[in-house]
């Protein structure tokens, strides 16, 4: 029970906790902002204490029964904890940043409501195994983000917030019909009990459309970039920590551990990939705003995640589920850079900006590490997720996916570099921006060291992801 214990403090610490968050902020902003950052900080202790049990194999379960298949079911098996770590740590580090970042604006007790909130809402979807209660929790994610993209409140935000919400939402509905249809044919929500079922093409496409259009995956790929009006830390939510990892997280929950893997569907889901990470890295070559540059990297690198799973083998499974948190730290570390420059320049437009590394050598450090992992450059962490990804297309006979996310690749490389050659290299315009936080730049050093940590010390997060491939695909460890 203790470990059920752990997993229910996971998801409702955060969840239930937030709605203090606007009460204390009438009576102190620190007060508020350090039980904001103890709420997510407690779902990540939590989380890491479930290692050990998951490391060993074991599965622990909470089950409340309801009638009507409403039955609240919570798992925590490898997969479950693997995810909820990635979340919950960059989700803190990010909550940190925010201290200094939000501190000036308005709305900021509605900001540490939503993203406490944010990713209380995706611990609840990452443990829960009731198709119900994960598409719930599915929906609160998506409010919140609604809310936290339209932080500013000017009529652009607000369209940009409102775009983001229709196309998640309708994706969503679709999603939801697949869901209906699944019950229709199992008689169950519980996904433990549904494991093994061999579902239609047709109703797998209807699942598939969701977890394309939270994913920011082609076609429904333009609402992410335009999010880049919101703030930075809810930007790094978006890109690093949680919503765009959704979609590929719950791919890998229905298509590799409960369902039977159709092959028409992994065809189809590996040619979208490609397509969306060429489109969207062609894209990142030519834009001129720094956060939408990076938000099109964003898109790029998910596609490489849904190859992974789509391959449907352990290499690539394991190298998906690495990839999640190599990207997850060096993207939150990029978008994190962007703020920096953003909120000291009064620019995200790089031709208006350059020579920043003069002064502001931290942040331009900083964002470099977390571009090399990015990139795949060993021996940062990113390297190693992408290498398992294109050995498991290679090895699985996928010669022209294997050839077009290598291009992904070797593109990723040229619009980052491109990218940090205009904003921190050469001549200064204007006034040169200072790093005035202490605490936001050790925020993205923090994320950069990680990014190489976690190549050099690669071998640890990859035990837990052999173990949850395992558990996936039922293969020996």
């Known amino acids: 029970m203790g470990n059920a214990v752990l997993m229910l403090v996971a998801v409702f610490a955060p969840l239930a906790g937030a709605f203090l968050l606007p009460l204390l902020g009438a009576v102190s902003r620190p007060v508020r902002n350090y039980t904001a950052l103890a709420l ?13 049990g998951a490391l060993r194999g074991e599965v622990i ?97 607000v369209l940009k917030a409102d775009k983001a919400f229709l196309i998640t939402a309708v994706g969503a509905l679709v999603m939801l019909i697949g869901v209906l249809a699944v019950y229709g044919l199992t008689g169950t929500f519980d996904l433990t009990a549904m494991k093994g079922t061999a579902l239609p093409l047709g109703v797998s496409a209807l699942l598939l459309v969701g977890l394309l259009s939270k994913s920011a995956t082609l076609p429904f790929q333009t609402w992410l970039p335009d999010a880049g009006v919101a703030p930075s830390p809810v930007t790094a939510l978006l890109h690093a920590a949680v919503l765009v990892k959704i979609g590929v997280y719950v791919f890998a929950r229905f298509f590799l551990s409960t369902f039977v893997f159709d092959e028409a569907l992994r065809t189809i889901v590996a040619s979208i990939a490609g397509a969306s990470a060429l489109v969207s890295a062609g894209a990142a ?52 850079s962007a703020g920096i420059v953003e909120q000291n ?39 190693f997720g992408k290498y398992m990804v294109l050995s498991a297309a290679v090895s699985g006979g996928e010669m022209v996916f294997g050839a077009v996310f290598l291009t992904g690749a070797l593109l990723t490389i ?64």
């Open 40 to 52: 997510v900080t407690a779902s990540l202790v939590s989380a890491l204490l479930l290692v050990p």
């Open 61 to 157: 379960s909470f089950h409340l029964a309801a009638p009507l298949g409403l039955s609240l079911a919570f798992t925590a098996d490898a997969l479950a904890v693997f995810m909820a770590i990635v979340s919950s740590l960059v989700g803190a580090i990010i909550m940190l940043f925010s201290f200094d970042y939000i501190s000036h604006y308005e709305n900021q007790n509605e900001y540490y409501l939503m993203a406490v909130v944010f990713l209380g809402a995706m611990m609840g979807l990452v443990f829960s195994t009731n198709l119900i209660y994960l598409f719930v929790f599915w929906e609160i994610t998506g409010i919140a983000s609604w809310r936290l993209i339209g932080f500013y409140r000017g009529k652009a935000d």
């Open 285 to 336: 070559l030519v834009e001129t705003d720094f956060k939408r540059i990076v938000a099109y990297s964003t898109v790029s690198q998910i596609g490489f995640i849904f190859l992974g799973f789509a391959m449907g083998n352990a290499i690539g499974a394991a190298g998906a589920l690495l990839y999640i948190l190599m990207h997850g730290l060096a993207k939150a570390g990029l978008f994190l």
């Open 345 to 383: 320049a009064g620019t995200k437009d790089i031709t208006k900006l350059g020579g920043l590394i003069r002064s502001m050598p931290w942040t331009a450090g900083a964002f470099l590490l977390c571009a090399f992992s990015v990139m795949g450059i060993p021996p940062f962490g990113g390297f």
């Open 414 to 477: 040229l619009y980052l570099f491109r990218l940090f050659s205009k904003v921190f290299l050469g001549e200064p315009h204007g006034e040169p921006a200072a790093e005035k936080s202490r605490l936001m730049v050790a925020c993205v050093v923090l994320l950069a060291v990680l990014s190489l940590v976690g190549g050099l010390a690669v071998a640890w997060p990859s035990q837990l992801a052999r173990i949850a491939v395992s558990q996936m695909l039922g293969v020996a460890r």
